[in-house]
């Protein structure tokens, strides 16, 4: 156990669907993010939010839209996918944006997305 | 452009020592961190390397070099609950990006 807990851990979604995925942590973080992670890919940043505010997005496409009500919580909202964004998709947090290396980014267990 | 490199997998047998190398190429550096990720599992923080040498945490040391822009991680007295992926990562953005490499599978056979 990471202190951060993510929503659905499996999720299986036609093109037309719209679903979210759900993060949380109670460590007391600030900043969050969200990585994709394909098999024999490198783990990819798509959003990075700092105290609530978005700072950074790594070129995702619009079908990706996230949301930060507060520290403690993020979504993704997915929308219109295609095959290729079946992934896992993780959630991190980190005390600060910028003071989060040496003390490690906490992960989730990830969402299995699957794209039919 | 940013990229990791690191061998894509390595095998071992238990009580064995094993070095996984990753070499990095960013636009900013700051630290080298190293995570396992075990099957089905979220990736777990390890070590971080901020100045060149070595750090040593129990089993596990990981060491760098900023001049070469290359690190490793190592693993000694290999047990079979090692058998998981290995990530190196370097810190970007002056440490609010990690960059991960693509990870390495490590096997420890009995």
């Known amino acids: 156990e990471t202190g951060v807990t993510q929503t659905p851990r499996h999720l299986v979604m036609g093109m037309t669907n719209k679903k979210s995925l759900k993060c949380e942590q109670h460590l007391g973080h600030n900043a969050m993010y969200w990585y994709k992670q394909s098999a024999k890919k490198p783990l990819e940043l798509m959003f990075v939010?700092?105290?609530?505010?978005?700072?950074e997005n790594n070129s995702v496409p619009s079908r990706f839209s996230p949301e930060c009500p507060n520290s403690s919580h993020l979504f993704l909202h997915l929308h219109t996918l295609q095959p290729e964004d079946s992934a896992l998709y993780l959630c991190?947090?980190?005390?600060?944006?910028?003071?989060?290396?040496?003390?490690?980014?906490?992960f989730g267990p990830g969402t299995r997305l699957t794209v039919t | 452009g940013q990229s990791l490199e690191q061998p894509s997998e390595v095998t071992a047998v238990e009580g064995a020592i094993v070095q996984i190398n990753c070499t990095y190429q960013t636009s900013g550096f700051y630290g080298l961190s190293w995570y396992q990720q075990h099957d089905g599992g979220a990736p777990t923080f390890l070590s971080y390397n901020a100045l060149d040498g070595l750090e040593e945490t129990g089993r596990f040391s990981s060491f760098l070099s900023r001049s070469d822009s290359y690190g490793y991680l190592l693993l000694q007295e290999l047990q079979m609950k090692d058998s998981a992926s290995y990530f190196c990562?370097?810190?970007?953005?002056?440490?609010?990006?990690?960059?991960f490499g693509q990870g390495t599978e490590l096997s420890v056979k009995p």
């Open positions: 990562a370097v810190g970007d953005n002056q440490g609010g990006k990690l960059i």
């Open positions: 991190a947090s980190s005390p600060m944006e910028r003071e989060g290396p040496q003390y490690g980014w906490y």
């Open positions: 939010y700092n105290f609530k505010e978005q700072t």
